[in-house]
């Protein structure tokens, strides 16, 4: 079984249990991933990239969207490795964004409250800030305009 179809039915299988089950497993998960080195997150990174866009949409937002919940109570810390660890991914690899459905995605961010969209926004719009030129042009041309006005980057 080759390393994307593991993902992917890591991440099927993950989404498919009930929140009460599902959200500690993926908390664990997290946390596991804090504790890797930097090329063992590039590879988690890498292979839910190419996962992602070959879930059933629905069960990758039910995921998605516990993903987003855990990481607003996390530490600052935890998300910025997090979302840089995405980011810089991104940038340097745009391609691997393009097979989601973006739109979708940031449907699921604005489901979420208004205070868990202050502190996800809050730690997404630092990181791309502090990128360099390019890498923000990046970014701005890959995410939807709906996204980075409402997160104001």
């Known amino acids: 079984m080759s390393q994307p179809n593991y993902a992917r039915n890591i991440i099927a299988n993950l989404a498919g249990l009930p929140e009460f089950l599902?959200?500690?497993?993926?908390?664990?998960?997290?946390?596991?991933?804090?504790?890797?080195?930097?090329?063992?997150?590039?590879e988690i990174i890498n292979n839910a990239l190419q996962a992602g866009p070959t879930i059933q949409f629905d069960k990758f937002a039910t995921l998605f969207k516990t993903?987003?919940?855990?990481?607003?109570?996390?530490?600052?810390e935890q998300r910025t490795i997090m979302f840089s660890s995405y980011i810089t991914e991104i940038?340097?690899?745009p391609e691997k964004i393009?097979?989601?459905?973006?739109d979708?995605?940031?449907?699921?961010?604005?489901?979420?409250?208004?205070?868990?969209?202050?502190?996800?926004?809050?730690?997404?719009?630092?990181?791309?800030?502090?990128?360099?030129e390019n890498s923000r042009r990046k970014i701005h041309l890959t995410i939807p305009e709906s996204a980075s006005k409402e997160m104001g980057v």
Do not use: T
């Not at 599902?22 to 590039?42: A, G, W, Y």
């Not at 993903?67 to 600052?76: K, P, Q, T």
């Not at 961010?109 to 926004?121: G, I, P």
């Open 91 to 93: 940038v340097n690899h």
């Open 67 to 76: 993903w987003l919940e855990i990481l607003c109570d996390l530490s600052e």
């Open 22 to 42: 599902r959200k500690p497993i993926l908390q664990d998960r997290l946390f596991e991933f804090f504790s890797m080195s930097q090329e063992d997150r590039r």
């Open 98 to 102: 393009v097979l989601f459905n973006l």
């Open 104 to 132: 979708g995605i940031f449907e699921i961010y604005l489901s979420l409250s208004q205070e868990q969209k202050v502190v996800l926004s809050a730690s997404i719009r630092k990181i791309v800030m502090s990128l360099d």
